[in-house]
């Protein structure tokens, strides 16, 4: 059965470097997300990305994010210069439609 | 903006009783999804819910969104080892790209 996938599985940083965490979504989906995790809080919404361009993105994701699909099949998320409180599980998910399927995550360390 | 409720946040069941996890929502409820998280994993679809009074089961996993849309209950039968794990309900107003905007999480604890 496809699923999402993501590399690195854990990723360690020190604060303000630069992260690119990649996810390959299901090969016939058209509409893909970034969702992050801290721990013991809820999953939250980052970004929404559709034919090439941003949905729709909360304001967590600011100017140290972006996202890009470089080509056709993984779909990235990179930070700028990490900070400690981007310390987070980062899930990509991807979507036929509606329900959307979520990778195992990328655990990101920020020290 | 909408909030997803989860109640209880955790339960510890005997491995084969029965047990059931609510969400209730602030606003109508369009799409309704169930997920359920291994600790410190992925989350892993279980089932989503449109129609008021839908129900849904999967293996021994039940989910239903009441006709008023605004609760949906997940009901576990027969428990066992495997069903451990958080389960997050979530929502989105079913429009083609929209966000899931996700409860807080029922931790389930299942003992031998």
């Known amino acids: 059965e496809p699923e999402v996938t993501q590399t690195p599985s854990h990723q360690v940083t020190q604060m303000g470097q630069e992260v690119i965490l990649r996810c390959v979504p299901i090969s016939n989906h058209l509409y893909f997300y970034w969702y992050r995790q801290i721990l013991g809080q809820k999953v939250e919404f980052l970004v929404s990305f559709y034919n090439n361009e941003i949905s729709e993105k909360s304001e967590i994701f600011d100017d140290q994010f972006s996202v890009e699909r470089p080509d056709g099949s993984n779909f990235t998320l990179k930070i700028r210069s990490t900070k400690l409180e981007d310390s987070a599980m980062y899930f990509c998910?991807?979507?036929?439609?509606?329900?959307?399927?979520f990778g195992p995550g990328t655990r990101l360390t920020v020290l | 903006s909408q909030e997803l409720e989860q109640s209880p946040q955790s339960l510890i069941v005997q491995e084969g009783k029965n047990l059931t996890i609510n969400c209730t929502s602030s606003?109508?409820?369009?799409?309704l999804y169930w997920y359920k998280q291994k600790y410190g994993e992925g989350l892993i679809f279980l089932m989503m819910l449109q129609k008021g009074g839908e129900e849904k089961s999967h293996e021994k996993i039940t989910a239903k969104l009441d006709e008023k849309k605004q609760q949906s209950s997940l009901h576990i039968t027969a428990s066992q080892p495997s069903h451990a794990g958080i389960y997050l309900c979530?929502?989105?107003?079913?429009?083609?790209?929209?966000?899931?905007?996700f409860g807080k999480g029922t931790r389930l604890h299942i003992l031998p």
């Open positions: 998910a991807s979507s036929p439609l509606n329900e959307q399927f």
């Open positions: 606003k109508t409820l369009y799409g």
């Open positions: 979530g929502a989105d107003n079913m429009n083609r790209d929209d966000k899931i905007i």
